[in-house]
């Protein structure tokens, strides 16, 4: 019953900003932890980042670290990305896991969202 919506992706600068958003509906968040994970053509899924049920532990990959942040609100959890490089180009996806603690696997999550395109290029 729970289905999530990515939002925020699009063409950015290098050096530049987006923010990624990731909207539930059918159940309530309170419950689940939350990553961020990007594709690229001829690559597996790689886990960006996540967000423990209450918020309160997240976890990076190092290439985003200092860069990107992710938060969460009620029934929408955030990426907010900075500095952004041309190797940060992916369609991102939300995923949420029936979990309190996060993981960066993908096979851990049980619900995902389409994904949002994302290209950084001058």
């Known amino acids: 019953q729970l289905q999530l919506v990515e939002s925020g992706g699009g063409l950015v600068q290098p050096g530049g900003s987006l923010k990624l958003s990731c909207l539930a509906s059918?159940?309530?968040?309170?419950?689940?932890?939350i990553g961020w994970f990007r594709q690229v053509p001829g690559k597996e899924r790689e886990g960006v980042s996540c967000?423990?049920?209450?918020?309160?532990k997240t976890n990076y990959v190092d290439s985003v670290k200092g860069r990107f942040a992710i938060s969460r609100d009620k029934n929408t959890v955030y990426l907010q990305m900075n500095s952004l490089k041309s190797e940060d180009t992916a369609v991102y996806y939300c995923?949420?896991?029936?979990?309190?603690?996060?993981?960066?696997?993908?096979?851990?999550?049980?619900?995902w969202g389409q994904g949002t395109q994302v290209t950084v290029s001058s």
């Open positions: 059918g159940s309530t968040l309170d419950y689940y932890a």
């Open positions: 967000i423990s049920s209450s918020g309160g």
């Open positions: 995923a949420a896991l029936s979990e309190a603690l996060c993981v960066m696997t993908s096979g851990a999550y049980d619900y």
